[in-house]
């Protein structure tokens, strides 16, 4: 069975520090890969997704990147954080068009 | 750029009522998915719609998708405290290449 694994589940980083956010899934290949920011229980904001290897879509100016070095794993970063960089990142895959996304638990994100 | 408006943001209700969700496009989905959301962890696909006029049930939820796939409603029956919780519309859009865009939430709370 497919598995989506993100981590840390939390953490915590001074302003102008770099981040690394890891997710990769495992039990299929080619996925879709997404990465969603959510703010205080709201709506999911949609950052970056991607439909192979090294091919990236942003969503949204931003300070915030992403990179998909492998099949099956995908990494937020930045170079520097700023204090609106705080909140709940969700990273997330699907099969295909029209498939239903599945979600890794989360990485709740503060900035300070 | 598409955008999905959901309604209400908050719902608060006694455990018994009904309740309904909605969720609002001007485009036309090629599908829709509807999630629910424990805090701190990653949303949960209920169901999909794909077809214009479809009607999906799970248990006392009922998910209609509208004739020009435009907009969709959840109904809960005789909801429970069971039932609290942030639910979220998810749709993808035709010229999107699949990408699934989130409506704002609802924060349903059922009172016992």
């Known amino acids: 069975s497919q598995t989506i694994h993100q981590w840390p589940a939390t953490l915590v980083q001074p302003v102008g520090s770099p981040l690394s956010l890891e997710c990769t899934v495992e039990?299929?290949?080619?996925?879709?890969l997404y990465w969603y920011r959510q703010a205080a229980g709201r709506g999911l904001q949609l950052l970056f997704y991607?439909?192979?290897?090294?091919?990236i879509s942003s969503e949204v100016p931003q300070n915030l990147s992403a990179s998909r070095p492998q099949d099956r794993q995908f990494i937020l970063s930045s170079k520097k954080l700023l204090l609106s960089d705080s909140g709940f990142y969700l990273c997330?895959?699907?099969?295909?068009?029209?498939?239903?996304?599945?979600f890794g638990n989360g990485t709740r994100l503060t900035v300070t | 750029t598409q955008l999905l408006e959901q309604s209400p943001q908050f719902l608060s209700i006694q455990e018994g009522e009904n309740l309904t969700v909605y969720c609002n496009s001007s485009?036309?989905?090629?599908?829709l998915q509807w999630y629910r959301q424990e805090p701190g962890e990653g949303p949960v696909l209920l169901v999909t719609?794909?077809?214009?006029?479809e009607v999906k049930k799970l248990k006392r939820l009922t998910f209609q998708f509208g004739d020009a796939r435009k907009d969709s409603s959840l109904h809960i029956t005789a909801a429970q405290p069971g039932d609290t919780g942030l639910y979220l519309c998810?749709?993808?859009?035709?010229?999107?290449?699949?990408?699934?865009?989130f409506g704002q939430g609802t924060e349903l709370s059922v009172k016992p």
């Open positions: 485009s036309v989905f090629s599908s």
């Open positions: 039990g299929t290949s080619n996925p879709n």
């Open positions: 997330a895959w699907t099969g295909g068009y029209n498939s239903p996304l599945h």
């Open positions: 719609v794909v077809t214009g006029g």
């Open positions: 991607s439909v192979g290897i090294g091919q």
């Open positions: 998810a749709g993808a859009f035709y010229n999107q290449g699949g990408k699934l865009i």
